[in-house]
Structures are given as structure tokens and as C-alpha cells.
């Protein structure tokens, strides 16, 4: 929302406070805000001009060449576009050297063939309005030749986010009672806006009739004859500017003042297009309503319509009909302000996607005392400004609702619950500067506009709020806890979870419920024996089950980002699995899970195909999250893969299992590139992993390598190999690396039933450099053990 310095000052005299002050004060409050912009016009050469004449270009339909009067003694000529002035009108004039807003500096030069010696200026060229349409039509006041920042007074914007629970705060009278419990300052000109002296009388139903009281209980009208549609007066048209309206005509103008004014919304009907009275109803099934936008709407039988008796003329709190709106003929005027339930209103506005500056008051609740005041108020406007003779008598229908109940404050608790002493007499100041008047005892009477008060702690809350919290000492009202297994148990997770990430993974979060045709997708990762959990009473049947898996939540994840186009993944969640036992016990555990697919980088001009996904990329995941670990792949069946490995971490230990689904499941999802999957058990993982992580200076003498071929029988996989290695106690031994394998099913150049291994070793020592003797007989020692450990023979 919008609020203008200067509409404020309207309430309360501001002036001693600075506008870093003024942002602090509402900021420490708890109003936000969002944004400060200083407005007015302030650009050097750009004058008054008084059109004397404008006949059409020689040359060019659409453009007009004018004579106007700049206040120079003799006329200047200005080629313009518009179409919305007359002689005698005063507009803005950019003399040449005049530098408009993005830098556009005005020179003289010629349109078509004609000279133009400046530029007459719209609203939104002298960023008074974001949009215009046509000059901008000065006061007949103004004087020719006089500089426009004489016309248009400095003002300070504040762009403020409005909490939902204070609707009170949606209205410049709003935040200047705001302001004026804050800052201690006298509000002024409220009086003249409570309406409670105007005389009313219960609508009889050929002039108001509510057919949904549970939607809109509260409706008044007011009939207004002999107006005169025109241009709004200066003071109201610079008003609705300075918070980004365009003026449109003098009631439409009111109307839209009021709202800002008051917070309350008000629309007025053109009584020449109403076929009789007003009825407030619900609307009917595939209704449709043309609103003031242009736009035509479907409507439901939820939403409110404000009707005559043929036809709906505008949309209940939302927005009023562009066939029944005030235009420049409109002579007789019917002014609407009512009350809507917020909940209908915000129901009916989101459905279709409409917004307005009502609806956004009415989807949070206006004051239903100022209701009466504010169609007062604009009525009072409306004749001066537009003329008009206003029936006597304010016409309402239904019942506003009531005002709040009363809520109690006990003092003493008030200052247990800050934690800071304040005296009686200032929480008694704080709470009646805010509105509130004082009952009998500790009862406090709470104004209409404050139906977020329903609470000792909220009146609490204004207290400290107004009080401000800076002047409250911190205290500590408790001691730190040591550290506990769930605070491990949450930072150990999060240490996954930003390991995976810094490696390219994105983590997921998926439902924790699937489907029977998911369960296939577990890769029977819960345990031998265990059986799902099935919900008793499930929503639907593809929220059946509880996960005894995260694979199937996150392949689901998969198929969704292919059909959005996204067919490259590194997906990865740590969540709760469940199981249950053959004697019903609930089984509850957290797992890693972990999904990949598609490239292993982004395709670019340089790289059209780059290298797809394999095994070795989720091999690389799993060890870059283990570093110094022992991970060993070893094969195992698994229905749901086509290559299965038991993942074991440390001293052996059965962590999960990795692998690469089957095609078969993978064309299933619509998933064309290999699938590759991997679920850990986080308490496992966690049992080898929590430990302090040691760093080593790096190596200062060089390190040799030699090289080994052996070879084996076709089932002795890697893992042995690698398990022996890792295990052998050689203090020379630093690394290792397996370099290539071979294999010859037609057995030319190897028997088919075996294959070559072939491993780098690297030897270092941290106290020397290595004699070549020194390594050939460590490397022989470890060659001679590998032939005894397993079936393996050297090349």
C-alpha cells in the first residue's frame, strides 16, 4: 500500500520527524517498509503553456501543430499527438534543453516537414502517473510561462506491506491513528468522517433487498440527483496521483478518495442504467458479468452479485459493471457502501483471478462503523464538487455486525510477560492512544476497526509494540541444553544434505504415502521378511501405503521433471521409511535415496553430446560422500535392477544397495536414458561416518608407481581385490587404482572363463625418497601375498 506524507499531514502534523525516522517508527512497530520515493516535479526548463490554437498537420492525420502561449510575449509552435485539450487549456511545456525522465532531452526540430519548438507533456512524462493517456490538463489557475514545480507540491511515498490481521492500517485515517499512538501526536480532522448524526431508514424491498444476509449482512444506498461529470479539482486529482491512481472523473474520483481516505470501498451506479431497485444475491450457475476491466466472467453459484431486477451490475466486493458505471452523461448517481464476509469475497477474487483495491479491503474486513461515514462523507464531496441534490434519508438494509467484545488486562501479567516493569499509567496511555477505551476494572473496550484484539496477549502485544521493544533489556530466560542425539541426528542430515548439493544434486522432498503399483520400486531395501504398512482409511489408492522406500517417491519425481522437460537428474531426499513385522510391529527408519539420469553435463555449442550418466558416476557420489571410507560394491540379486550391488561401508557393515534399473521399469515412467538408483540406511551410514575427521600435510617426497596385471576367474570381482589391498598392512602403500579390464568371450586371447585386472600401486614414504630396491621389494612382498590370498595368477 501506498501512503503519501502529505495526505497524512492531513491528520497530524509530522513535520518534526525526518523521513528516516518516519521508516524506523513504523519499521520497530512492525509495519514493513518496503519502499521511500521523494515525488513532485523537479526538471528545469518546463514551463505552463496556454494552447491558443491547433489546426491539423498539412501532412499528418493524427498529429495537430498548436500555437501556445509559454509566457515569452510571443507565441511558440509545438507539434503534438494528442486529442484531449482545447484552445484555453494550460498544459506542461518541455522547452528544448528540458531533460526528461531515461535521459530524453528535448531539442528543437521538425514533425512531417513542420517545425516544433518543444513538447507539450503528458502525466506519465513527468512521472506523475505510470500510465496516461493524453496531456495532462493543468489548473486554469496556473499562470503561462510559470515553472510546474511550482504546481506540484514535494511529497514522500512510503510503499508499506500491510499485515493481514490489520485491515485498520489499509487507509492514510488508518495509519495517521497509527502514527499518532507511536509518535504521541494530536489526530485532527477525524470527526467529519464518523457519519453518526446522518439521518437513515430501513430500505423497503423495491429499493434494497439482500437475498445472502451470510454474505453481505449489511448494505446502504444513497441516491444522488443532478450531478455533473467532469474533471476532478487539483487537490484531489494531485492526491490520487501521489499514491499511482489516474483520476478518471469527479465521483469516480470520490470514491476512490474515500477508500484511500477511510479503507472503506464505495462504488457508484449511473441510476439511468439501472432497471429498478438493487437486489443482493447469489449468483447463478454460468452467469456471466462484464466488469469494469472489459473482461467477461463465468460465475458460480458461490459468488455474490450486486443485481437490478433484469440483470447482475457488478461483482459483490470484488468490482462494479462496465455497463452500468458513471460516464460523462451520467446526470443521477445511486452511491453504494456495504459490508461483505471476507472469506466469500476472497474465494470469489481468487477463483477468478480478480483483484482490486476493494476486494483486497474487503477480502480482509473493513470497519463496519465507518461504513454509514464513509457514504457521508463522499456524498458531502459529491455535491460540492459535482453538484447534485442528495436524497435526505440514507437508505440501509440488514444489520452491520457488532462490535468486538470487551477483552480483559491484567497489568501485573502484562509486565510478566514483557519482562520489563511499565507502569500502569503508561499501559493505560499506550492502549487508549490506540483507540481502546477503559471500563469497569481491567475490562477494555475495544474500537470496531481493531477485531484483531480478541486476547489478553494481543492487547500485550500492542503494548510492547507501542512501548517499543528496544527499550526492553534482553534477559536470558533459559540456559543452553546440551547437545542431544536428535540435535546429532539433525546435523549429521544436514551435513549429507550439503555434501550432495556442493555435488550437484538436488535434494527432493516427496510424499511419504505411495501406491500398491509404486511398491515394486523399493528395491526391497526395508529387510527380508518385513512387509509394508497399509493405511486404514487412505484418501485414495495411490496414497495407500506408507514408503517402505524413498525410490519410489523420488522416480515419481523423475517422471514429473521429464514431462516438464527436464530429462538431465540428480535427484536425492533423506527422509522416514516404513515397515512392518510378520507379528505387526512398526518399523520406522531414516534412509539416503538417490536417483540419477540422463547427461552428465549441459549440452553447449562446444559440447553438442556430452558423455551420458553410468555406474561409475553414482559410484563417484557414493565415495566423494564417505571420504576415507571403505566402500565396497559387492553383486547381489535384486528384481527391480538389472545390475545389483550391496553397498557395505567400514568393517563390513550392510549399509544399502545401488544399482541400475531395469529398462523394462524405466520405459514405464517414459524415461529413455539408464536409470541409476542407490538407498542407504542413515543409522548405518551415520555409525561409520560420525567420526573426527583428521587432515594430513601433504606429501613432501615424490611417489613411484608400478604396475600389475594379474589374472583371475571371471566371478572374482574388484571388490576382493580392492578389500585385500586396503586391508594390507604394506606402510609403503599409498594408493591404488584399477586401470583396465579385459575379457575375450571367444577365448583367443583369454580362456573365456577368466579375464586380465589391471591395478597401479603407488608407493611413497613420508621420511625419504625411495630407493627403486625399497619398492620393488614391497611391491613384491604384496604381489606374493595377493597369490596366495586369492585365485589369481600374474601376467
Known amino acids: ?151 506540484f507540491d514535494r511529497d514522500v511515498i512510503f510503499d508499506l506491506e500491510i499485515t493481514p490481521n490489520r485491515p485498520d492500517l489499509l487507509s492514510h485515517l488508518g495509519m495517521a491513528r497509527e502514527l499518532a499512538a507511536l509518535s504521541g501526536k494530536e489526530l485532527k480532522g477525524v470527526k467529519d468522517h464518523t457519519g453518526s448524526e446522518t439521518p437513515v431508514k430501513t430500505a423497503e424491498s423495491s429499493e434494497i433487498r439482500i437475498e445472502d444476509e451470510a454474505v453481505c449482512p449489511f448494505y446502504t444506498g444513497r441516491w444522488i440527483r443532478g450531478v455533473k461529470i ?20 469527479n465521483v469516480v474520483d470520490i470514491t476512490n478518495y474515500v477508500l484511500m481516505e477511510m479503507g472503506q470501498p464505495l462504488h457508484a451506479f449511473d441510476l439511468a442504467k439501472l432497471d429498478g431497485g438493487i437486489v443482493v444475491r447469489p449468483a447463478k450457475e454460468g452467469e456471466t458479468f462484464l466488469a469494469l476491466d472489459e473482461e467477461t466472467y463465468t460465475l458460480k453459484a458461490g459468488d455474490l ?42 474465494r470469489t477474487a481468487r477463483r477468478l483471478v480478480l483483484h482490486s483495491d476493494s476486494s483486497y479491503r474487503f477480502e480482509r474486513g473493513v470497519d463496519p462503523a465507518q461504513i454509514i461515514g464513509a457514504s457521508d462523507l463522499a456524498t458531502r464531496l459529491i455535491v460540492e464538487l459535482a453538484g447534485g441534490t442528495p436524497d435526505k434519508e440514507l437508505v440501509v438494509c440488514g444489520e452491520a455486525p457488532s462490535n468486538p467484545v470487551p477483552v480483559s488486562l491484567d497489568p501485573n501479567h502484562c509486565r510478566r510477560l514483557m519482562g520489563h516493569h511499565v507502569k500502569d499509567s503508561e499501559i493505560d496511555g499506550i492502549l487508549s492512544s490506540l483507540g481502546l477505551s477503559k471500563l469497569d476494572g481491567n475490562e477494555w473496550e475495544i474500537p470496531s476497526y481493531r477485531r484483531d484484539l480478541e486476547r489478553p496477549a494481543d492487547l500485550i502485544e500492542e503494548v510492547a509494540r507501542v512501548y517499543g521493544l528496544e527499550k526492553i533489556p534482553s534477559t536470558i530466560q533459559a540456559w543452553f541444553s546440551s547437545p542431544s542425539k536428535t ?30 503399483n509404486q511398491l515394486a520400486d523399493g528395491l526391497g531395501v526395508a529387510g527380508k521378511g518385513l512387509s509394508p504398512v497399509r493405511v486404514k482409511n487412505p484418501l485414495n489408492d495411490e496414497q495407500s501405503i506408507l514408503r517402505p522406500s524413498l525410490i519410489p517417491g523420488l522416480l515419481a519425481s523423475a517422471e514429473r521433471n521429464l514431462r516438464m522437460g527436464n530429462a538431465d537428474l540428480r535427484l536425492f531426499e533423506i527422509g522416514r521409511v516404513f515397515s512392518a513385522t510378520p ?93 541409476f538408483v542407490a538407498e542407504l540406511d542413515l543409522k548405518k551410514l551415520a555409525s561409520v561416518l560420525r567420526k573426527t575427521v583428521r587432515f ?34 604394506e606402510p609403503l602403500l599409498t594408493d591404488f587404482s584399477l586401470v583396465s579390464v579385459f575379457s575375450d568371450p571367444s577365448g583367443e586371447k583369454i580362456a573365456a572363463d577368466r579375464k586380465s585386472l589391471a591395478y597401479s600401486l603407488t608407493y611413497r614414504s613420508a621420511e625419504k625418497t625411495l630407493a627403486s630396491g625399497e619398492v620393488d621389494g614391497a611391491h613384491r612382498k604384496i604381489l606374493e601375498a595377493l597369490k596366495k590370498e586369492l585365485p589369481v595368477e600374474f601376467r
Open 696 to 729: 594430513e600435510e601433504l606429501p613432501r617426497f615424490p611417489a613411484v608407481t608400478r604396475d600389475v596385471a594379474i589374472e583371475a576367474p571371471m566371478d572374482l570381482d574388484n571388490g576382493k581385490v580392492v578389500q585385500f589391498l586396503r586391508t594390507r598392512q
Open 1 to 151: 500500500m501506498k501512503v503519501s506524507l502529505n495526505w497524512l499531514s492531513d491528520h497530524l502534523d509530522l513535520s518534526s520527524y525526518t523521513t528516516a525516522e518516519l521508516d524506523d517508527l513504523l519499521t520497530f512497530a512492525g509495519v514493513e517498509v518496503e519502499g521511500i520515493e521523494d515525488t513532485g516535479v523537479d526538471i528545469d526548463h518546463l514551463v505552463v503553456a496556454e494552447v491558443l490554437s491547433s489546426d491539423k498537420h498539412p501532412d499528418a492525420d493524427k498529429l495537430s501543430v498548436c500555437q501556445v502561449n509559454d509566457g515569452s510575449g510571443k507565441p511558440r509552435q509545438i507539434v503534438c499527438g494528442a486529442k484531449n485539450y482545447k484552445a484555453g487549456d494550460k498544459v506542461p511545456l518541455a522547452l528544448p534543453g528540458c531533460e526528461l525522465g531515461g535521459g530524453f532531452k528535448i531539442k528543437e526540430g521538425k514533425l512531417r516537414g513542420v517545425p516544433s519548438l518543444g513538447m507539450l507533456c503528458s502525466a506519465s512524462e513527468l512521472g506523475l502517473e505510470a500510465e496516461s493517456d493524453g496531456l495532462l490538463i493543468l489548473s486554469p489557475d496556473a499562470t503561462p510561462g510559470q515553472p510546474i514545480r511550482e504546481l
Open 583 to 675: 507379528k505387526g510391529q512398526e518399523i520406522e527408519k531414516d534412509h539416503l535415496g538417490v536417483v540419477m539420469t540422463g547427461y552428465g553435463q549441459p549440452t553447449t555449442w562446444h559440447q553438442t553430446k556430452p558423455a551420458a550418466l553410468d555406474i561409475f558416476d553414482l559410484r563417484g557420489v557414493l565415495e566423494a560422500l564417505c571420504p576415507g571410507e571403505d566402500l565396497v560394491l559387492a553383486p547381489v540379486e535384486n528384481e527391480g535392477l538389472i545390475l545389483a550391488a550391496e553397498v557395505s561401508l567400514g568393517k563390513g557393515a550392510k549399509a544399502g544397495v545401488a544399482g541400475i534399473l531395469t529398462p523394462a521399469r524405466a520405459r514405464d515412467l517414459g524415461l529413455e536414458a539408464p536409470v
Open 487 to 516: 540435535d546429532g541426528d539433525y546435523d549429521f542430515s544436514r551435513t549429507l544434505k550439503l555434501r550432495l548439493s556442493g555435488m550437484g544434486l538436488h535434494e527432493a522432498v516427496t510424499l511419504k504415502l505411495i501406491s500398491d
Open 305 to 346: 452479485v450486486i443485481a437490478d431486477q433484469s440483470k447482475a451490475v457488478a461483482l459483490g466486493g470484488v468490482m462494479g459493471g462496465e455497463d452500468s458505471g458513471v460516464t460523462d452523461e451520467t446526470t443521477d448517481i445511486l452511491l453504494e457502501s456495504a459490508y461483505f464476509n471476507p472469506s466469500a469475497i476472497r
Open 230 to 249: 467532469g474533471p476532478s479539482p487539483e487537490w484531489l486529482a494531485d492526491k490520487l496521483r501521489a499514491i499511482g491512481l489516474r483520476p478518471i472523473n
